[in-house]
């Protein structure tokens, strides 16, 4: 009966594990474990404690799985990502390399371990692996056939290039800064395809030439290039490390956006981004719960959720962002398109699944100086964190009007 018992709740926990419902599952787990704990059920707990943020326990059970399974290049990935969030560096890069001698095409653990290194600033080795993107996530990184070689690295002077969409709406502003660096190389021509909500807002970047708004799943009319590369190909071949990243601002509102939203805010000081979008990468770590959003809104910022303001692209948001003295985001485009700006920006990131992005145990970004870093104590937990930015908000002045 106990058996029986058990293995009722393993399934059950498998069915909330792949709904996204990890706590849950994680309990069942353990009933079982009480019992019998197999392999498949140290991963699996593993697996789910990694996604919690329940770092110790995470690693207890996925070493436990590994020692069992030494040539699973599967486990070796996921306890190298889980070393990795406990800043357990030298061991998560060990489990990492681990799974890709024995799995060299495991395009997740190269993925992995490019975050590992770019989260540590150690982006020549970083960069590289990032490559994997284009044949794991083809939705978002779309095949380019245009014909034409891609560039990676090789002289630019006279010539054209052109930047294909991919990713989201953060990533490509985030990258969109190197057209500059483009240019500066001699390229006579800089062409950035960008999704249509972020057109118009290119328009006001320097470096770039012509922007080309390219819908999901439409066709695209460019005209003749002599090399293509993507956004996130672009700081590899161009050779960047934190010590040549270009931070200066490169985005503004366009002209005819800040004469339709110059009152924006009636006074306000503060906008506020709390809800990210559900597809995106790590959604359901990043946004801030309803309660917590609505401290800070009652602490006198105000919405700049785009089903708030009625903004209609990018473009919009910049010009409502100008009127403002300070965003608070969390990790989401608009935080990207503040820092763009040179705006303040109090950037909260999570605790599970922090994006490399904002590196590791600082309070600055060298991708943007105008950003300051609230970083998430505990996983499912915001309070602490709101708490801080309550607090600055106040003594900083500005708060309610």
């Known amino acids: 009966m106990q058996s029986d018992l058990s293995e009722a709740d393993f399934r059950t926990g498998v069915t909330l594990q792949q709904a996204g419902r990890f706590a849950e599952a994680a309990e069942l787990y353990l009933r079982v474990a009480a019992s019998r704990l197999t392999v498949n059920l140290a991963i699996n707990l593993g697996a789910c404690f990694h996604e919690i943020g329940d770092r110790d326990r995470a690693i207890q059970y996925l070493d436990l799985a590994a020692r069992e399974r030494p040539r699973e290049a599967r486990i070796r990935r996921v306890l190298g990502a889980a070393y990795g969030e406990a800043g357990q560096i030298e061991d998560a890069e060990a489990q990492l390399r681990a799974a890709l001698a024995i799995d060299p095409a495991d395009g997740l653990a190269e993925m992995a371990l490019s975050s590992l290194y770019l989260s540590v600033g150690r982006y020549a ?18 095949a380019v056939d245009l014909g034409i070689p891609e560039w990676t690295g ?115 000081r503060a906008g506020l981004i709390w809800e990210a979008s559900p597809t995106g990468f790590n959604a359901a770590n990043k946004g801030l719960p309803r309660d917590q959003a609505q401290r800070l809104l009652d602490a006198g910022a105000i919405s700049l959720q785009p089903g708030d303001t009625g903004a209609a692209d990018f473009a919009d948001t910049a010009a409502m962002i100008e009127t403002l003295d300070l965003v608070i985001s969390i990790d989401t485009s608009v935080a990207h398109l ?31 100086p105008s950003l300051r870093l609230y970083r998430q104590t505990r996983g499912g937990d915001w309070s602490d964190t709101v708490d801080r930015v309550v607090a600055d908000l106040a003594a900083a002045g500005l708060g309610s009007p």
Not at 194 to 218: E, K, W, Y
Request: charged share 15%; net charge positive; aromatic share 10%.
């Open 125 to 142: 080795e970083g960069w590289p692996l990032l490559d994997a993107r284009a044949r794991l996530h083809p939705d978002v990184v779309p």
């Open 154 to 268: 090789q002289p630019l002077s006279g010539k054209s290039l052109l930047v294909w969409v991919e990713q989201g709406f953060g990533d490509q502003i985030q990258m969109a800064r190197f057209a500059g660096s483009l240019k500066a190389l001699g390229a006579a021509r800089v062409t950035l395809g960008c999704r249509p909500a972020l057109a118009h807002l290119f328009t006001t970047l320097a470096g770039a030439d012509a922007v080309v708004p390219i819908a999901v799943g439409a066709a695209a009319s460019v005209t003749p290039h002599d090399y293509w590369s993507r956004y996130f190909s672009l700081p590899g071949a161009l050779g960047v490390t934190l010590e040549t990243l270009p931070a200066e601002p490169y985005l503004a509102a366009p002209a005819d956006r800040r004469a339709r939203w110059g009152g924006f805010g009636a006074g306000a």
């Open 338 to 368: 503040a820092g763009a700006m040179g705006k303040p920006c109090w950037t909260l990131t999570p605790y599970v699944h922090c994006d490399w992005r904002w590196l590791r145990d600082r309070a600055d970004s060298p991708w943007y």
